[in-house]
């Protein structure tokens, strides 16, 4: 079974810049995550979908921060314009079902910015 | 709201026990991971607790107690792959979307020493 992929694995950009990430997650998981990861600090959730419809993005930066998850499969996150305080990892995670379901991890994207 | 507490670091010697605490005071608790992150990867699952008590897998046992809002994971016969950090996720309450929040804690940097 494939895992959850993601893409970059690292990034650096300027602030005031923009970048994307891409996420596929496992096949058949309807519920997909994303994660903020600080450095010396667990994950911080910044939008879980449910198929292709958001659940919870009360933890996610309107302003500067999109995701949208297209028929229900992978899933893109978008910050625009960068800062500096957005350098973390970016975690996509999935499950079969929301909720008490294992989360399977994707490896994260590095992002810096400068 | 969600708090989540664990100890920052803790250090333990080469085929020894080691208990990694976890308090958690979440409204509509309804139970407790435990993931495994090594420098530099994503989280893998360790356990899921739903109901109070022990359960154990191998070297790895983690137990519940809702009433004081407690867990614990036991590491035995460390090995010095053991290092990692060690994040305790509570599950709980309802987001807007109707589905049960993930919240996870700071984690617990472990270093197993010879």
């Known amino acids: 079974e494939a895992g959850v992929a993601q893409s970059p694995r690292y990034k650096i950009i300027e602030k005031r810049q923009s970048v994307a990430f891409w996420c596929n997650p496992i096949s058949g998981h309807a519920t997909l995550y994303w994660y903020q990861q600080i450095l010396g600090q667990g994950p911080k959730l910044l939008i879980q979908?449910?198929?292709?419809?958001?659940?919870?993005d009360s933890q996610l930066p309107k302003d500067r921060f999109s995701a949208e998850r297209l028929k229900g499969v992978d899933s893109t996150l978008k910050i625009q314009p960068a800062k500096l305080e957005d350098s973390a990892v970016y975690l996509c995670?999935?499950?079969?079902?929301?909720?008490?379901?294992?989360?399977?991890f994707g490896p994260g994207t590095r992002l810096t910015v400068l | 709201g969600q708090n989540i507490d664990q100890p920052t670091e803790m250090t333990a010697t080469e085929g020894a026990i080691v208990q990694i605490n976890c308090t958690y005071q979440t409204s509509g608790f309804n139970g407790l991971f435990w993931y495994q992150q090594h420098a530099g990867e994503a989280p893998t699952f360790l356990s899921y607790?739903?109901?109070?008590g022990l359960e154990e897998k191998g070297r790895f046992s983690s137990f519940l107690s809702r009433s004081k809002g407690y867990s614990y994971l036991l590491l035995k016969e460390l090995q010095m792959k053991d290092s990692a950090s060690y994040l305790c996720a509570a599950l709980g309450p309802l987001n807007s979307g109707g589905y049960q929040k993930v919240t996870f804690g700071t984690g617990t940097k472990l270093q197993v020493i010879p």
């Open positions: 607790n739903v109901l109070d």
């Open positions: 979908f449910q198929n292709n419809g958001v659940v919870d």
């Open positions: 995670a999935s499950s079969l079902v929301a909720g008490g379901d294992t989360q399977y």
